[in-house]
């Protein structure tokens, strides 16, 4: 079955208002950036998205946040983004935080038709007490708190029950992919995208190189095509646009200031 679609417009359209949408990505690396900014483009509203976290200021998710059409993030990490953590703080937004083990493994389970497992991350704490602030007032009160957890002891330790997730749709992007959705990934780039593709009932990807069917080793497939229902063959220039979130270099000392040269002389050697 060829699962190729002509524009990120196609890719997108069946998504509406109020969707629920697991996305890869970790930071900026891996991210499916066009098909969010199609996403954008569409004006898709009311937005329930599970993600490592939101983007940054101008780029992926954070276009989406920043236009208000997200309603709720189940994620790791709510970084650097005051936007975030404003919309958060005066109850615009529905934050669920997740130990980011847990979410890899709840975005795993639920591709695989596992409908909780038992985890020892968060015993003793608020993730299995409840009570962490899932949404603020106006007033700064707290108007939707997380739900206390069943643990159990098992071996003689404790393990608190958690639910997996599905959504109704992902988004992801792979290195490589044929025509009948399998993808590969780059290295770090994996991430969380297979583990959303996996959880969307819907998942499209977006691919920097499109091969055709039989072009990729069965032994080097990361993600099988039976978790695919659309693929998006990237431009050459939409592939190669790939933001850095901080770019963190060593100064380049000034020629006065470099190291000479040490040379060993025959005299030094003997």
């Not at 569409?42 to 937005?47: N, R, V």
């Not at 998205?49 to 954070?62: E, K, R």
């Not at 958060?88 to 038709?113: D, F, K, M, N």
């Not at 933001?243 to 000392?253: G, L, M």
Request: hydrophobic residues 40%; negative net charge; contains cysteine.
């Amino acid at each position: 079955m060829d699962k190729v679609v002509t524009s990120a417009a196609e890719a997108i359209a069946v998504i509406p208002d109020g969707a629920s949408l697991a996305v890869g990505g970790f930071g900026l690396c891996g991210i499916p950036s066009v098909l969010i900014q199609a996403l954008h483009t569409q004006g898709t509203t009311d937005l329930r998205v599970v993600s490592n976290n939101c983007g940054v200021d101008g780029w992926g998710l954070g276009m989406l946040l920043e236009a208000r059409r997200i309603s709720r993030v189940t994620g790791s990490y709510v970084g650097e983004k005051k936007e975030f953590a404003r919309q958060y703080l005066s109850g615009e937004i529905e934050l669920e935080l997740v130990p980011q083990g847990t979410l890899a493994e709840r975005l795993r389970a639920g591709g695989c038709g596992i409908p909780a497992f038992f985890t020892p991350a968060g015993v003793g704490t608020q993730i299995a007490e409840g009570g962490l602030p899932w949404r603020y007032d106006a007033h700064g009160g707290v108007a939707v708190a997380s739900p206390k957890k069943e643990v159990r002891r098992y071996r003689g330790a404790e393990y608190v029950l958690e639910e997996s997730i599905t959504t109704d749709f992902a988004l992801v992007r792979a290195a490589r992919g044929d025509r009948h959705g399998n993808l590969v990934f780059d290295k770090s780039a994996r991430n969380f995208n297979p583990l959303a593709a996996m959880a969307g009932r819907v998942t499209v990807a977006e691919v920097e190189k499109l091969v055709e069917p039989g072009e990729l080793d069965p032994d080097t497939i990361h993600l099988p095509g039976v978790f695919v229902q659309s693929v998006l063959a990237l431009s050459a220039e939409e592939a190669a646009d790939k933001r850095i979130e901080k770019t963190t270099v060593r100064p380049v000392p000034a020629a006065t200031e470099r190291v000479p040269e040490q040379r060993e002389t025959a005299g030094e050697r003997n």
